[in-house]
């Protein structure tokens, strides 16, 4: 089994930032790639970002692309996602995810692939 626990979120005012957490604990051994996904209210779960943990390829939602940066994988715990020029349509409840064995570049970009989920922290922002 495999505990993800996020951290990070809080509210803000649209143009500032806020750095999200996951600590994952248990049998990672075998994780192929961890992602954050959000949800806003009556939503659906949307893919944000994720990156392998062997190679550190990253993938962004078009969204987010040249504002959140995703880092960590393999042995750099925990997995941070870096959120700069936040928007107030960035507001959701922000999940970690994790993927435990490989799985084809599509998988990684849609909730489906992951087998592990964290609690979700809230970020809310403000215009």
């Known amino acids: 089994q495999v505990q993800l626990v996020e951290s990070g979120g809080g509210l803000v005012q649209a143009g500032e930032s806020l750095r999200l957490s996951c600590a994952a604990s248990g049998r990672t051994f075998s994780t192929y790639a961890m992602g954050w996904f959000r949800q806003a209210p009556e939503k659906e779960r949307e893919f944000v970002a994720a990156?392998?943990?062997?190679?550190?390829?990253?993938y962004y939602a078009d969204s987010v692309k040249g504002r959140f940066t995703i880092s960590g994988g393999g042995s750099k715990t925990p997995m941070s996602l870096q959120m700069n020029s936040l928007k107030p349509e960035d507001t959701a409840v922000y999940y970690c995810a994790l993927m435990a064995r490989w799985r084809v570049r599509e998988e990684i970009l849609v909730r489906g692939g992951y087998d592990y989920w964290g609690q979700g922290t809230q970020v809310t922002v403000s215009s």
């Open positions: 990156i392998r943990w062997s190679g550190g390829a990253e």
